[in-house]
């Protein structure tokens, strides 16, 4: 008995420390709740690439170059936690095709953030101008026209990037680098522009972001010049698909919008908080006045419950959209019901003469069959409208497959350890009571 | 069990819910909206008092807007609905909402959903129907699969079967109705509702027929004769609250959420409210009366 009641105590501070972790993580802002954009305002855009000229295998590789351009763009715009991400879709409607969804937090003027997106990416190369500082590679540069000067080169004049490992005896052996191989018009501009300016640094620029600076060593007559910056195997083979991509881009084409003023997802929340505040409430007072004692115990799992998966959210992390909040208050009113189960058949059990603790024993044991049962329907039902998933529709089904899982876990260990930790063994009198239900049938 | 005895009565009143429901789905029809279609919804508010609705019109008229609905929303906003906007169109929707100025108006929500978009979500909701419909039939497959006498044990997932169809009928004429009064349009929000519902309500029926079958057991293993329909009674008595109780708390919390929720999930809410009465009603006052009519009829042709 000692036993039980310490591991009751236990799961209580356990319980205590994880709300205040929760608690601190988002006050603190360390790990906050991640909004969607229905709820943190913002933009959404989908693109539909268009791929047709490119080759089947290059494909994946064209997006990638295509998500990371847009990234890019999208940071040298200031958004904050922007994602950009590729996807494969329209099976279901006839043809699949390519798609970029890119998403927007806080921006709410949709015009502003399609005309951010919609330019195709755009390869320059410039050359240091010669007093200015030798500058860091990958980030957006305000005073751009003042350190750089425009070469006579540009990304239209680029055939091919391609990674290949240093097999010339001046450099590292078998370092990774970048050959560019220019067409026949840019070899000539580029052997003349080699020529002259020996020993000056040449800038490669993708959407005005510095993304390599090698130093011209000699004049190159061949058309190909080669790219060496202590590279990562896997850098220089990014390098090489931006190079070949932001050269030749992929046409996008916008299909779809959605955009949420901060407000009125400020008030979704708000709002959300409030049902979830009074829905909790509201049941735990319906149980404490049916189930009496247990009713109390089956509050506090659920408290605990409510604790487990806000940790969860936090944790995972759980992106949450007003979908995703209401099936969470939804999945408080379930999370009650394994309680309801065990606790009717409690009393079934107490009807038949048996000692609260045997009751409760058997109440548990006997009930979970058919918890089982209405978890399985339920899970049924998350996991197929969790494939169904448009963001709106996946936001609800991850909690509510979630919330299932989690409150048959915490309805059923943490309220089975609770009860037996009060030890109440009377067959009459005051725990009689204690267990009763509030009417009689 | 006054259920299991009035139980024509029952059937009756069920049949009176499933028959306005079904008019209320044939007459009001039921209107897809541009999750499915394809198209744009538009919510803008007028902080300093809308316009009317032929202001709105002919700024919406003048930018080539056509076949488009408006709808007046909340205190001050108007709700737009669209086809596809060309470019044109998209760039200046702010200006043509605020009627140049005159009105000016902020969109607080625009959506706009590709035709093939639209198309593909229609499919995959399709999809998803069936898809939880089979599952959940080899679920009841699964859940009954021990034979016993004197229904056999297909009967009872064919029953849990039609309680599960009347389940889906309830709130879709609901929402059909409110479609006619409030603009509610089929939306993959809708879609989801209903597979909730799907997953919840055939739970409370196999409670009831898992006792049904629990009760014979005993029944034979004690060798006590009693007539079904009192067996079937007694499990519908023994089982009724649990089956109340466990779908009142769904439904406080649903009721909290459509009372101080979010605005974006109030229909969803209300939808899942209706759905889920349904679901808690059809088990306890069609499953279990139905099966008993089953039994005797059954027993007469023996």
């Avoid at chain 1, 009751?8 to 929760?22: C, D, K, M, R, S």
């Avoid at chain 2, 700024?59 to 086809?83: K, M, P, V």
């Avoid at chain 2, 998209?90 to 140049?100: D, F, G, I, K, M």
């Avoid at chain 2, 129907?129 to 004197?150: D, E, H």
Wanted: charged share 15%; net charge neutral; aromatic share 8%.
């Amino acid at each position: 008995m000692l036993q039980r009641r310490l591991w009751a105590i236990f799961v209580l501070l356990v319980g205590a420390g994880v709300a205040w972790l929760v608690y601190s993580a988002e006050v603190g802002g360390t790990r906050p709740f991640r909004l969607g954009l229905d709820l943190s305002g913002g933009t959404q855009l989908v693109y539909r690439a268009d791929t047709n000229a490119i080759r089947g295998g290059d494909v994946g590789d064209a997006m990638n170059s295509l998500r990371d351009t847009i990234e890019r763009r999208v940071n040298l715009f200031g958004v904050s936690e922007p994602i950009v991400q590729t996807e494969r879709g329209g099976a279901l409607a006839g043809a699949v095709e390519e798609r970029l969804i890119v998403e927007l937090p806080g921006v709410t003027d949709t015009q502003k953030a399609i005309e951010l997106i919609g330019q195709t990416p755009v390869l320059e190369f410039r050359l240091l101008k010669a007093d200015a500082p030798i500058p860091g590679e990958g980030e957006p540069m305000p005073d751009l026209n003042d350190m750089f000067e425009p070469a006579a080169i540009t990304g239209e004049h680029l055939a091919s990037a391609q990674l290949q490992f240093n097999q010339s005896p001046g450099g590292i052996p078998n370092e990774p680098v970048v050959v560019l191989k220019f067409n026949s018009e840019g070899a000539q501009i580029f052997a003349d522009l080699t020529k002259n300016n020996i020993d000056r640094i040449f800038g490669i620029f993708l959407d005005g972001v510095l993304i390599s600076s090698p130093v011209i060593r000699e004049s190159i007559p061949n058309g190909e010049a080669v790219i060496s910056g202590n590279f990562a195997a896997q850098e220089a083979k990014e390098l090489a698909r931006n190079l070949n991509f932001g050269a030749l881009p992929v046409p996008i084409e916008l299909i779809s919008t959605q955009t949420v003023a901060g407000t009125l997802g400020a008030k979704a929340v708000r709002d959300g908080l409030m049902a979830g505040l009074w829905g909790v409430i509201a049941v735990a007072l319906f149980m404490v006045l049916w189930y009496r004692l247990p009713g109390i115990i089956a509050s506090f799992a659920l408290l605990l419950y409510i604790i487990a998966v806000l940790a969860l959210f936090q944790l995972i992390p759980v992106t949450l959209t007003a979908a995703g909040i209401a099936a969470f208050i939804l999945s408080i009113g379930m999370a009650v019901d394994a309680n309801i189960l065990i606790f009717e058949r409690t009393r079934e059990e107490l009807a038949g003469g048996k000692t609260a603790s045997d009751a409760t024993k058997d109440g548990f044991a006997r009930a979970w069959p058919s918890i089982r049962d209405s978890n399985i329907s339920s899970m049924i039902t998350a996991v197929i409208l969790f494939w169904l998933g448009t963001s709106l529709v996946k936001g609800f089904a991850l909690v509510f497959g979630l919330g299932v899982l989690v409150s048959m876990l915490t309805a059923i260990t943490v309220s089975r350890t609770f009860l037996l930790a009060l030890g109440l063994e009377a067959k009459i009198g005051f725990s009689r009571f204690l267990f009763g239900s509030g009417m009689r049938s | 069990m006054y259920i299991v005895k009035h139980r024509n009565i029952f059937f009756a009143i069920t049949g009176a819910i499933v028959l306005a429901s079904l008019a209320s789905l044939f007459v009001f029809g039921m209107k897809a909206g541009i999750d499915f279609t394809g198209g744009t919804l538009a919510q803008v508010n007028y902080s300093a008092g809308r316009p009317t609705a032929e202001t709105l019109t002919q700024s919406l008229n003048s930018a080539g807007f056509t076949g488009y609905s408006l709808r007046e929303a909340g205190a001050n906003d108007y709700i737009l609905r669209a086809q596809n906007m060309t470019d044109v169109q998209r760039a200046s929707l702010p200006e043509t909402l605020s009627v140049n100025g005159e009105n000016p108006g902020t969109v607080i929500q625009l959506n706009e959903i590709g035709p093939t978009i639209g198309l593909e979500l229609r499919n995959k909701a399709l999809i998803a129907l069936a898809l939880v419909l089979l599952c959940i039939l080899f679920f009841i497959a699964f859940a009954f699969r021990k034979v016993s006498q004197p229904v056999s044990s297909w009967m009872y997932g064919l029953i849990a079967l039609i309680a599960l169809i009347h389940d889906v009928i309830v709130p879709v004429g609901f929402y059909a109705a409110l479609g006619h009064f409030v603009g509610a349009q089929v939306d993959t929000l809708f879609v989801t509702a209903v597979l909730t519902v799907l997953g919840f309500s055939v739970h409370d029926t196999i409670v009831v027929f898992d006792r049904v079958r629990e009760n014979l057991r005993v029944n034979h293993d004690h060798n006590r004769k009693e007539d079904f329909a009192d067996t079937a009674g007694r499990s519908l008595g023994q089982t009724f609250v649990r089956s109340v109780n466990t779908s009142i708390t769904v439904l406080i919390t649903l009721l909290a959420l459509y009372i101080l929720g979010p605005e974006s999930t109030r229909v969803f809410s209300l939808t899942l409210l209706v759905g889920i009465i349904a679901g808690t009603y059809s088990s306890i006052f069609l499953a279990t009366p139905l099966l008993v009519s089953v039994e005797r009829y059954f027993a007469k042709r023996r």
